[in-house]
């Protein structure tokens, strides 16, 4: 990759989150309540309400794209942080989502995750019907011999937010020219950030995704106020990337 030249625009990709089963986003907790919450799920500590953090989003989305091109430091940390390289300088994931890599001459990180919040008609909605935001899914330990709870290991309670619920999200995206190119490298990389949220789709956001957790779907989508559902649902994630890397 050539010198970088100039920021050329900032693309804008707003959308929905839908829960398609509870969501658990979790956060920790620094005193132990009896009968409390064993796991309660992260907060807007002004409003109360569950929030979708930008940095669990942007890593789950990172995360599968690294897998999904086959991008896998040996230590396990993630590709390009603190790893000795070399590293193509145009690198998808890099450039997308930024790398600590001594050397790394490709340009700032070019996608920006907000916090989601609740969407407030369906706030609105719950609490009409005098309902909770969120619901409580108490989960045991099975004894496979006994078929009973697994003595001394009691039943833990997490705090999901239910299927239904929707999360308005942001995404901006940088674009950058680069030696010359007006932005075209930046533009098709972006095909990566959606190929990355179809990942999402078929995979869990959150904790206990593989116990039915975390299901979610991409709504509403749009890019500078333009729709993008069908340009979206075009990606597959089902082929593999690792050629394409």
């Given amino acids: 990759m050539g010198a970088i030249e100039s920021l050329v625009r900032m693309k804008s990709l707003r959308g929905t989150i839908r829960c398609l089963s509870g969501l658990h986003i979790g956060t920790g907790r620094d005193n132990a309540e009896i009968g409390g919450m064993d796991l309660p799920v992260i907060r807007n500590p002004v409003t109360s309400e569950p929030i979708i953090p930008g940095s669990s989003l942007k890593g789950k989305l990172r995360s599968l794209l690294e897998w999904h091109f086959g991008k896998l430091e040996p230590d396990g940390r993630p590709w390009g942080w603190g790893g000795a390289g070399p590293y193509d300088q145009g690198d ?40 909770p ?80 957790y975390g299901r979610v779907a991409f709504e509403s989508l749009s890019l500078d106020g333009e729709d993008l559902q069908a340009r979206f649902a075009a990606h597959d994630p089902t082929v593999s990337g690792v050629r394409a890397a």
Avoid at 103 to 113: E, F, Y
Avoid at 122 to 128: D, E, S
Avoid at 141 to 164: C, F, N, Q, W, Y
Avoid at 166 to 186: H, I
Wanted: proline share 4%.
């Fill in 92 to 131: 998808p994931i890099l450039c997308i989502f930024g790398t600590t890599a001594k050397g790394w001459q490709g340009g700032p990180t070019r996608l920006l995750v907000r916090d989601a919040w609740l969407d407030p008609a369906w706030v609105a909605q719950v609490t009409a019907r005098g309902l």
């Fill in 133 to 212: 935001l969120t619901e409580e899914k108490t989960e045991v330990v099975i004894d496979r011999i006994k078929g009973k709870a697994l003595d001394g290991v009691g039943p833990h309670t997490s705090e999901r937010v239910p299927a239904g619920a929707g999360f308005f999200f942001e995404m901006n995206y940088r674009v950058f020219s680069v030696d010359g190119d007006g932005g075209a490298g930046d533009e098709a990389r972006f095909e990566t950030v959606l190929l990355g949220m179809r990942l999402l789709e078929l995979d869990a956001l959150g904790g206990s995704g593989s116990r039915g």
